[in-house]
């Protein structure tokens, strides 16, 4: 699977860039002359905040509209989407591979998951998110318990669906012939065919939970201000697009964003594309 994947260039340049993004991201604050992200910075010509810095060799990023410095608070907010992003998609594999396998396999099961998954399914994300956020008190425990509670659904389809597929074949019906327990072949025999849709999700789970993450922060429910985000920039930034000299605070968030999410689409799919049994045949 490894040698497969590495063959495709575009796929392997994504995977350096998110490592070496991921890396920078958490040692930025040890590396020398880094500023603080919710430091308030004063020109001391003036002696007042520093607004709207643009960037120089002092300020690589420039500052935000109250002083703050703009690089970093990015690498500050991409720890904290990433760690949303990890944590939901961690969550919907584990949650997903189980009971998709379960609901697949184990026929009894099949009529009140069914049920449990189409009252569930019918509520729309958004609807979800909303309440949770409105409800409680927006935090980052409150946001990642909210994209937890439908999450896993999409990832329970899809395995439960392939499993279904090949629950029957000759190979899964000789084991159950011989005595072979229900986890053994669920774990020898069906879940090896998943890798390519698990490591698929996973991927895409990782940019949606920020998108979404940015989507609450834009109409008001997202994190604190305080707690510095991909969403928040982003919200900071579309206030200011419209000042031709100002549109760095949304440039410099919305490129990181983006590199983020075409990075890991691209990758779950090559990796997907690599993994499926299928493809070597």
Request: hydrophobic share 50%; aromatic share 10%.
């Amino acid at each position: 699977t490894w040698h497969v994947f590495i063959q495709n260039r575009v796929a392997l340049f994504c995977l350096i860039l998110v490592s070496l993004l991921v890396v920078f991201t958490i040692i930025q604050p040890y590396l020398p002359n880094q500023k603080s992200p919710t430091k308030i910075y004063i020109d001391e010509k003036t002696n007042m905040q520093l607004r709207n810095h643009p960037p120089d060799s002092e300020f690589w990023f420039g500052t935000n509209s109250i002083g703050q410095d703009l690089w970093a608070r990015i690498w500050s907010g991409t720890r904290t989407s990433l760690f949303i992003g990890l944590v939901v998609a961690i969550w919907e594999a584990v949650v997903g591979i189980i009971v998709g396998a379960l609901w697949g396999y184990v026929r009894v099961l099949d009529r009140p998951i069914t049920e449990i998954y189409n009252v569930l399914d019918n509520i729309p994300v958004t609807i979800v998110l909303i309440l949770m956020t409105y409800i409680l008190r927006p935090s980052l425990t409150t946001i990642i318990i909210a994209m937890c509670i439908t999450g896993w659904l999409g990832m329970a389809r899809f395995v439960r669906n392939l499993i279904v597929i090949i629950r029957d074949r000759e190979y899964n019906l000789a084991s159950r012939c011989l005595g072979t327990p229900t986890r053994r072949i669920i774990t020898r025999n069906l879940l090896p065919y998943l890798v390519s849709v698990i490591m698929l999700r996973m991927a895409l789970a990782i940019p949606a939970a920020i998108g979404y993450e940015v989507f609450l922060t834009y109409i008001g429910l997202g994190l604190p201000v305080s707690i510095p985000s991909l969403g928040n920039l982003i919200n900071e930034g579309r206030a200011l697009m419209m000042v031709p000299s100002l549109r760095y605070q949304l440039i410099f968030p919305a490129a990181v964003l983006s590199m983020i999410t075409i990075s890991f689409y691209v990758m779950g799919n090559a990796f997907a594309d690599a993994a499926d049994p299928r493809n070597h045949v």
